[in-house]
């Protein structure tokens, strides 16, 4: 038995909107054998936009009853049903939320009919509903309506039916409610090359061939089959409903992966990522170091001097202070000795007692230069030179990440079956990429973790993990 649903909505997301009418009609695979509907009070205001496309406004769902009353209905009629809907991600995410909103977990095998028309009508120009039904010469009465929108949605289903049960198995049914997670315009043997429990970076592309989005994870078959099933935005649906094909790439290391994720997203530009996606312009600002006569590290912000290495880089005098003021805060760090007190006397933060008293000489410099170190190494690889390594892509290989001077300069792949990798040998397998402060900040994120460095003048890999001091 099949559940046709159709619902109208205050929005696009079930995060931030409910259900203002719901229609399902049972099917049993010829006809539809019994049908409900109702509008449901979504315990808000309807959007004037929404009311211009359904023409149901706020008058009429006011004596509507909520979804809670009408929850043990819909889940008796769905019962051991087939969850059928046309573009199902929307219904049936909508659907479960609402049960979600009530302490229960809904869950239902789902079919969705973008997708079968797709595999059935081939070649058309749209598979809207609306535009199919025109193509199919079936007549919507009530179009955004949710009783009307299912009337028609059951009988392009009937359509569907009748044309593959002619030409195709007679498991096409069953194997497309299998299938019925995957977006529309993607193949499941797509799917079944992808593999599961690696980590990597992965790619999906549309019609075109075009990279929409890239993501990364330590299991990329897992993470992928969770951007199907999600049912977020009117973004994530649009997605879902572009991906016709995915490519990845396995690195082995989450940190390799870290970093060419966010290349690639620079490099490409997919419409679909935006965190990462701006290329950083070339920095203008540091945060340097220097010691006054008392002995104490002092920390400024200025322009990049040429000949003298600044701790950090920042492309604007906004994200250096962002930096700056967080390192204050983060090591009690005195607002004196960082150039932003200049009266004499105790500084601010230390009234506030977020000072530890470095203006005062209440705290010692070495005291308080430890933390000061602290701060420079969360943020700063110095000038240092070394290679780092990680786990490779199999048990005979090693990922390694080469710094040069405190800049990140790219990555690569050594075999290590005739012995631990030497730095000359690294130098030769290196793939350059750029530095820029999106991966100044992943290294140094992940330089807080234990990792293997090798300077450039030891010539072997001690294998015991060791932090990184720099």
Request: charged fraction near 25%; aromatic fraction near 10%; hydrophobic fraction near 35%.
């Amino acid at each position: 038995m099949y559940a046709i649903v159709d619902i109208e909505t205050t929005g696009g997301s079930p995060e931030n909107s409910k259900i203002t009418e719901i229609a399902i009609l049972l099917h049993d695979g010829k006809q539809v054998v019994r049908r409900f509907s109702s509008l449901v009070n979504p315990k808000c205001p309807i959007p004037y936009f929404i009311t211009q496309a359904t023409g149901i406004n706020d008058e009429m769902v006011r004596g509507a009853p909520p979804f809670h009353e009408i929850a043990k209905e819909v889940l008796e009629l769905t019962e051991g049903t087939v969850f059928v809907a046309h573009n199902v991600r929307f219904d049936y995410g909508f659907i479960k939320a609402a049960f979600k909103d009530l302490g229960y977990i809904y869950h239902r095998k789902t079919l969705c009919t973008v997708r079968l028309s797709r595999n059935t009508f081939k070649g058309l120009a749209s598979y809207s509903l609306g535009n199919l039904c025109d193509s199919l010469n079936i007549q919507i009465k009530n179009r955004h309506r949710a009783l009307g929108d299912a009337e028609a949605t059951a009988i392009l289903f009937g359509k569907i039916i009748e044309n593959n049960t002619t030409t195709l198995t007679p498991d096409w049914l069953p194997s497309e409610i299998r299938s019925s997670n995957l977006p529309p315009l993607l193949d499941e043997s797509v799917l079944e090359k992808v593999p599961s429990r690696v980590t990597g970076v992965y790619y999906f592309h549309n019609k075109k061939g075009d990279v929409i989005y890239v993501g990364k994870s330590k299991d990329i078959k897992k993470r992928i089959l969770q951007h199907f099933s999600a049912a977020g935005s009117r973004k994530v649906l649009h997605l879902q409903h572009e991906i016709a094909d995915i490519s990845f790439e396995i690195t082995g290391s989450e940190l390799i992966a870290l970093l060419l994720e966010s290349d690639e997203i620079k490099r490409l530009k997919p419409i679909y990522n935006v965190a990462q996606k701006r290329t950083r312009a070339v920095p203008f600002f540091g945060i340097y170091q220097a010691s006054d006569t008392e002995g104490y590290v002092n920390l400024h912000i200025e322009k990049l001097k040429e000949g003298v290495e600044p701790l950090m880089t920042a492309d604007s005098i906004f994200s250096a202070k962002n930096v700056f003021y967080k390192l204050i805060a983060e090591y009690k760090l005195c607002l004196s000795k960082c150039g932003l007190h200049n009266l004499g006397g105790p500084c601010f933060d230390y009234q506030l007692h977020k000072c530890l008293g470095a203006c005062l000489e209440k705290e010692s410099p070495a005291e308080y230069n430890s933390r000061v170190m602290a701060a420079i190494e969360s943020v700063s690889f110095k000038n240092e030179s070394f290679f780092v390594l990680d786990s490779g892509r199999e048990k005979s290989e090693k990922s390694f990440v080469r710094i040069e001077n405190g800049q990140y300069k790219g990555f690569g792949f050594i075999d290590i079956s005739f012995g631990e990798p030497k730095p000359e040998n690294m130098q030769h397998n290196l793939k350059k990429y750029s530095h820029n402060k999106d991966i100044q900040q992943i290294l140094c994120e992940f330089m807080k973790q234990e990792r293997v460095k090798i300077p450039d003048k030891d010539q072997s890999v001690n294998n015991s993990t060791q932090p990184l001091n720099y």
